[in-house]
């Protein structure tokens, strides 16, 4: 199980830190991803970390601004985002992986989900 908090509201320009615990199953070999799903859009990816070796992947509308990270002790993964636009308004989903590298940006590579937490940035 996958369970996402730390949303919330924050005014552009500021920072907001969401966790993803995982439990149930050993991620250990997963890539994990964060989402986001504005009002009337698609999901679209944002970032994902290799548990192994910590390789990090963004999308270009948040690299420089957005950092994903992980603690394998206490099985969580974390998203820093700093810099907040409007725009970064979504509710934000965590997501576990064992597909391929290549294919870790679509939302079918991931099998797991954890519940969103809503981020809203005003302007």
């Known amino acids: 199980q996958l369970q996402a908090s730390g949303g919330g509201l924050a005014q552009a320009g500021g920072s907001l830190r969401l966790s993803c615990a995982a439990s149930g199953r050993a991620f250990s070999s997963y890539t994990m991803g964060w989402f986001r799903q504005a009002p009337g859009k698609e999901r679209e990816f944002v970032a994902a970390?290799?548990?192994?070796?910590?390789?990090?992947y963004y999308a270009d509308s948040v690299k420089g601004r957005f950092t994903i990270s992980r603690d394998n002790a206490k099985n969580t993964v974390y998203l820093q985002m700093n810099s907040l636009k409007p725009e970064d308004t979504a509710v934000y989903y965590c997501?576990?992986?064992?597909?391929?590298?290549?294919?870790?940006?679509?939302?079918?590579?991931?099998?797991?989900w954890g519940q969103g937490t809503l981020v809203t940035v005003s302007s």
């Open positions: 970390i290799r548990w192994s070796g910590g390789r990090t």
């Open positions: 997501a576990a992986s064992k597909a391929p590298l290549s294919i870790i940006a679509t939302i079918n590579a991931y099998g797991s």
